[in-house]
């Protein structure tokens, strides 16, 4: 006579330390989480093979956006407050208009000698305002500088 | 499957002697709480891991106060036109027309024949940013340490304008 079990036995597993374990995980990156600054203008990044990283702080930032407006933008609020006003602290960049840079730029590295000059093009802008601010910092006194790209693959 | 899952209580005829301390089994299903943790924790370990910077430079020194001599031999002058077509030419030849995918192998083969090489690139005005960053990286992976960035004026245009003839 053939033994005919039948198995039917539910298995429950107890997903309690699952649960417990992904909302661990989920409450770390809540809190470590840090969002990027929205930035004042869009610019679309030119690629390239390089792939050095940005150092994380110090970094002065010039942007150029596609239709040639500059803006300045430094990591510290505190320098921020000093070059553009209280108003304007919060804002990650400040549009300046191309005769008042070399000023900005003086006064920025006065106060930090450790700062880092980053130029931050969009890839569609034109050549000429890069070139002209790359006069204003040959001006300026600013010899070193490096050109924000994203990875070309 | 949702929703609270009331077990079966006992009849409802049975009669009015209920104990108050009696406990109903009620079952919540919290498959959709621990879907929403999911998510969420899915959406911040994505998140974190794009806010790394993921920023590149190119490094560039400029330092144009310094006068660099260099031998004709060794110089090659790159212009590019407001279109983006590239022309290039040792020390006094007139210019040629290169194609930019061209570049890359071309870069390397005189890179290899001359180790003292220096680039001396002008870009029209009117071009894009994005032409000299793609110049500068191509420049970098022919390992061409030395080159130097000039504007594009007048005789310049000129001389394209009559190579292009």
Do not use: C
Request: aromatic fraction near 6%.
């Amino acid at each position: 006579m053939p033994k005919f079990k039948p198995h039917r036995q539910s298995y429950r597993i107890d997903m309690t330390p699952l649960v417990d374990v992904a909302f661990l995980l989920l409450t770390f990156f809540m809190l470590t989480t840090t969002f990027k600054p929205s930035e004042e203008v869009t610019i679309v990044l030119p690629a390239s093979h390089s792939d050095f990283k940005l150092p994380e702080t110090n970094v002065m930032t010039i942007n150029i956006s596609k239709d040639g407006r500059i803006f300045l933008g430094v990591d510290s609020q505190l320098l921020r407050r000093k070059l553009f006003g209280t108003a304007n602290e919060l804002k990650p960049s400040v549009e300046v208009p191309k005769d008042k840079l070399a000023n900005y730029l003086v006064q920025a590295r006065s106060s930090n000698m450790n700062l880092v000059t980053v130029i931050k093009g969009d890839k569609e802008s034109e050549y000429g305002v890069t070139e002209d601010v790359m006069d204003i910092l040959q001006q300026t006194r600013i010899t070193r500088f490096n050109l924000v790209t994203e990875l070309a693959r | 499957m949702a929703g609270g899952d009331v077990a079966e209580s006992k009849k409802k005829g049975r009669g009015k002697k209920r104990k108050q301390g009696r406990r109903l089994g009620i079952r919540i299903d919290m498959t959709p709480l621990v879907d929403v943790a999911f998510l969420l924790l899915t959406f911040f370990m994505y998140t974190t891991s794009m806010s790394r910077p993921q920023t590149m430079e190119i490094n560039l020194p400029p330092d144009k106060s310094v006068l660099v001599e260099t031998s004709e031999l060794n110089l090659m002058m790159i212009r590019v036109n407001d279109k983006g077509t590239i022309y290039w030419n040792m020390g006094m030849e007139p210019p040629q027309k290169i194609e930019f995918n061209a570049l890359r192998a071309f870069l390397l083969e005189k890179a290899s024949s001359n180790s003292k090489l220096t680039v001396l690139l002008k870009i029209d005005r009117q071009g894009k940013y994005n032409t000299m960053v793609n110049l500068i990286d191509e420049l970098n992976l022919a390992r061409i340490s030395r080159f130097s960035i000039a504007p594009l004026n007048d005789t310049d245009k000129a001389v394209l304008a009559k190579a292009q003839a």
